[in-house]
Nanobody
Framework: QLQLVESGGGSVQPGESLRLSCVAS????????IAWFRQAPGKEREGIAC????????YHADSVKGRFTMSRDNAKNTVYLQMNNLKPEDTGVYYC???????????????????WGKGTLVTVSS
């Protein structure tokens, strides 16, 4: 059974950086596309990035494009989200989720996700 565990969250000031990690266990990561979601306080969970199995296609939402970069290392069963120039509106709980590779271009559709991590909290505040 696939398990996903996020880490790397924390409290930072605007303009700073964080790198989130999502480690998979139980099943090899190279079988799945992986998406990142976030949920701000009082808001719905939103998809922000997705990477296909071979990293040939990586998608980023407009709200994070140019600041966040998703990557994956299948040999380490780990996916990363490098977040630069963080803003207060980036505050929220960040989740990784697994989905069938061919759904990656539709990563905003939560029902395509079949496994979720429990999330890691990112707080951006001065």
């Amino acid at each position: 059974q696939l398990q996903l565990v996020e880490s790397g969250g924390g409290s930072v000031q605007p303009g700073e950086s964080l790198r989130l990690s999502c480690v998979a266990s139980g099943v090899s990561l190279h079988l799945f596309g992986i998406a990142w979601f976030r949920q701000a306080p009082g808001k719905e969970r939103e998809g922000i990035a997705c990477s296909t199995v071979d990293s040939a296609n990586t998608y980023h939402a407009d709200s994070v494009k140019g600041r966040f970069t998703m990557s994956r290392d299948n040999a380490k069963n780990t996916v990363y989200l490098q977040m630069n120039n963080l803003k207060p509106e980036d505050t929220g709980v960040y989740y990784c989720a697994a989905l069938a590779d061919y759904y990656c271009s539709n990563y905003r559709v939560r029902t395509y996700m079949h496994d979720w991590g429990k999330g890691t909290l990112v707080t951006v505040s001065s």
